[in-house]
């Protein structure tokens, strides 16, 4: 986690520098606002930013932004897990997938359209439980 938190703090002190560069070209330059719109359309999309109003807010992305864009995080907060420990052990155990693909590694970030894709393996235990718990149960999709 530790090598992990330095990439977030060196990836966010990045975006930092790079909003600050944006921000140093002439206001009448084309480039500047063609740029700016670029910037904050995929800092939006990644989750770094809650809206893509203006510049200032990548000044306020650091290293915590891009922990709430993990996996477990968003699980905990789709309460797909009672907690981080929880959530993080089903990653590991293969038990989600986002969209078609099968996450194992608990560092994955999760962008705002992958967001609504998180969900149970089709052969997970854990899915089958859900969906007795839920009554929503059917033999036809459990079959593996």
Same mark, same amino acid.
């Given at each position: @986690? %530790?090598?992990?938190?330095?990439?977030?703090?060196? #990836?966010?002190?990045?975006?930092?520098?790079?909003?600050?560069?944006?921000?140093?070209?002439?206001?009448? *330059?084309?480039?500047?606002?063609?740029? %700016?719109?670029?910037?904050?359309?995929?800092?939006?999309?990644?989750?770094?930013?809650? $809206?893509?109003?203006?510049?200032? #807010?990548?000044?306020?992305?650091?290293?915590?932004?891009?922990?709430?864009?993990?996996?477990?995080?968003? @699980?905990?907060?789709?309460? +797909?897990?009672?907690?981080?420990?929880?959530?993080? $052990?089903?990653?590991?155990?293969?038990?989600?997938?986002?969209?078609?693909?099968?996450? %194992? *590694?608990?560092?994955?970030?999760? $962008?705002?359209? @992958?967001?609504?894709?998180?969900?149970?393996?089709?052969?997970? =235990?854990? =899915?089958?439980?859900? +969906?007795?718990?839920?009554?929503?149960?059917? *033999?036809?999709?459990?079959?593996?």
């Amino acid at each position: @986690m %530790t090598s992990e938190c330095y990439l977030y703090n060196k #990836l966010s002190r990045n975006i930092r520098e790079l909003a600050q560069k944006i921000r140093d070209l002439d206001e009448k *330059d084309g480039f500047r606002a063609q740029s %700016t719109t670029i910037f904050l359309e995929k800092l939006y999309s990644i989750g770094l930013i809650p $809206t893509k109003q203006n510049l200032s #807010l990548a000044n306020e992305v650091n290293a915590s932004a891009f922990c709430r864009r993990r996996l477990p995080t968003i @699980m905990l907060k789709l309460r +797909m897990a009672q907690s981080l420990k929880f959530a993080i $052990t089903f990653i590991e155990q293969g038990h989600i997938r986002v969209g078609p693909e099968i996450v %194992t *590694d608990p560092a994955f970030l999760v $962008t705002r359209s @992958m967001e609504d894709f998180i969900t149970w393996v089709d052969s997970s =235990k854990i =899915k089958q439980h859900v +969906m007795n718990y839920n009554e929503e149960r059917d *033999d036809f999709d459990l079959v593996v």
